[in-house]
């Protein structure tokens, strides 16, 4: 048997299905694994892969707020109040 990861593990969870924190916590242990530079290759690809796609995740989740925002922001009837507050954006 090959080494590296257990063959029994469970498939990973499809990253379409995880939340904004869930993709950025599995990231991060990615991320991790790649810095230790234990392991081997084929599992360093594949972190590499599953990364990749999680990183676009979080960028196309983190658009999508940033745009809800800007929604709420300029309201049905215009910009509203909140650019006028204290730290506001104008």
């Known amino acids: ?42 599992d360093a690809m594949a972190d590499y892969e599953r990364g990749t796609a999680l990183r676009r995740h979080c960028e196309a989740r983190l658009a999508a707020a940033e745009a809800r925002v800007q929604a709420i922001i300029d309201g049905p009837n215009g910009p509203s109040g909140l650019r006028d507050l204290p730290g506001g954006q104008e």
């Not at 916590?25 to 694994?33: P, Q, T």
């Open 1 to 42: 048997m090959p080494q590296g990861r257990d063959q029994t593990e469970a498939a990973p969870r499809p990253v379409a299905d995880m939340s904004f924190e869930e993709a950025m916590a599995e990231l991060e242990a990615i991320v991790s694994r790649l810095d230790s530079g234990k392991g081997n290759l084929d």
